[in-house]
């Protein structure tokens, strides 16, 4: 089994990992690293080789969450100037949304998560009444997943959920696995306002599973960067779209 199919395959590896299933030395299997990372096909962070997000893979939250971080930024204090005190907000595993929570400053909120890197950031602040869902924990999402998890979310009465989408394509939104699909599901029957945030390398991308349309959501925020051909686009087919300045 190639590097390359080891990390996919499980999701993530370490360097040492990797040197021992060889047979090779560390400074061969870095160079390897080196030349996939240059193709796009692993990332590697503190020592953990990781597979780069594709049509059959995500790559993990703990790493998403600072990738394309000014982009998420702009997008997350266009939905955190929405957020009222007193409000209830489901949040899923995405990452944009964490930074929407990082940058919230009404207060009291509730929030209901099955993400533990949500639940581990909003832990200690003081105001926040916060939820975590079961379900059968999946170490690469930090998040629990699966039917008890979406048992949890449909008893759950929520004013906004806050989620994003691996790729977005001729208005569908799109995600590699299908128990996060399930859960964005779930999500979305239990707010009464779906907000998508997006920035703008998820456009004209798919991935496996769809969960849904565009229209779908009350409202999709997308990044500076995003053409504003694509926004027109959007609007003209129905998107309550809001472009984040720069």
Sequence with gaps: MTIAER??????????????????SAMTVYRDIEALEEAGVLLRHRGQVTAVATGLNEIAASIRVNQNAESKQQVARVVADWIRPGSSILVDDSTTALWVL????????????????VARELERRSGVRL???GGEYQAWAESMLGQT??????????????????????????????????????????????ILLLDHTKLDRRALHTFASLTDFSRVVVDAATPDTAVADYRERGV?????SG
């Design 7 to 24: 990390v996919v395959k499980n999701g993530s590896a370490s360097v040492d990992e990797l040197v021992e299933l060889t047979g090779v």
């Design 102 to 117: 990082r940058l919230l400053e009404v207060l009291p909120i509730t929030v209901v998560t099955n993400s533990m890197l």
């Design 240 to 244: 309550q779209i809001v472009k984040a």
């Design 131 to 133: 939820f975590v869902t």
């Design 149 to 194: 998890t979406t048992d949890v979310i449909a008893g759950i009465r929520a004013d906004y959920c806050l989620m994003s989408a691996s790729g977005i394509s001729d208005l569908q939104c799109f995600h590699p696995y299908e128990d996060c699909v399930q859960v964005k599901r779930a999500m979305m029957r239990s707010a009464a306002q779906s």
